[in-house]
């Protein structure tokens, strides 16, 4: 069975950082490319970048809208992914997914993240 | 960035219709749109994948057209669990962008 679940969300202040993380399990993680997604509540989905599988490398690719201060990695021993997150905005306030894509297309029940002080 | 939207953004439909929804690119992005359901308090969900390919696990319900501009996704009868949010996403150009979200709902 396919398991993404993704944990470090919380409230942070502006101006702070914070480290998400997600756990996969049950697909082959290196074969896979792996993303995060955000959704503020009520709104559609943003695309804040991703990771390519070990075929393409593990190279990376941002969203203008958070190059710079996101950044995302992974652990291809542990099957995990990150995302680092810098100097955090309110409007960055949302529920974040990470999401393998490739052969399959999974997602994690997301993770609430709160920019308020 | 592609813009895409969607319409409607809200549709009230009864169990058995025949429902679309469309969305449009604002510039081509060949057959690189995904169709997405996300019902509350969950992930979005993978329905249609390159514009026109059902996803493994899929109910032949749904299906997709289009190519270019403009993309349909089409719910053949409508049956309760359908009542989710519907989303369209291309995949043609970096960064993927989503359009703004169908709610269909049941008369």
């Known amino acids: 069975e396919v398991k993404l679940l993704e944990s470090g969300g919380g409230l942070v202040q502006p101006g702070g950082s914070m480290r998400l993380s997600c756990a996969a399990s049950?697909?082959?993680?290196?074969?896979?490319?792996m993303n995060w997604i955000r959704q503020p509540a009520g709104k559609a989905p943003e695309w804040l970048g991703f990771?390519?599988?070990?075929?393409?490398?593990?190279?990376?690719e941002y969203n203008p809208s958070v190059k710079g201060r996101f950044t995302i990695s992974r652990d291809n021993t542990q099957n995990m992914l990150y995302l680092q997150m810098n100097t955090l905005r309110a409007e960055d306030t949302a529920t974040y997914y990470c999401?393998?894509?490739?052969?399959?297309?999974?997602w994690g029940q997301g993770v609430m993240v709160t920019v308020s002080s | 960035d592609i813009q895409m939207t969607q319409s409607p953004s809200f549709l009230s439909a009864s169990v058995g219709d025949r429902v679309t929804i469309n969305c449009k690119a604002s510039?081509?992005?060949?057959?690189?749109l995904n169709w997405y359901q996300q019902k509350l308090g969950e992930a979005p969900k993978l329905l249609i994948y390159?514009?026109?390919s059902l996803q493994t696990g899929i109910p032949s319900r749904f299906s997709g057209s289009g190519s270019g501009t403009d993309f349909t996704l089409t719910i053949s009868s409508l049956q309760p669990e359908d009542v989710a949010t519907y989303f369209c996403l291309q995949h043609n150009s970096w960064p993927r962008t989503f359009g703004a979200g169908t709610k269909l709902e049941l008369k």
């Open positions: 990771i390519r599988n070990k075929a393409n490398g593990y190279t990376t």
């Open positions: 999401a393998g894509t490739g052969r399959g297309d999974y």
């Open positions: 510039q081509n992005i060949n057959r690189y």
């Open positions: 390159n514009a026109n």
């Open positions: 049950g697909f082959t993680f290196t074969d896979f490319y």
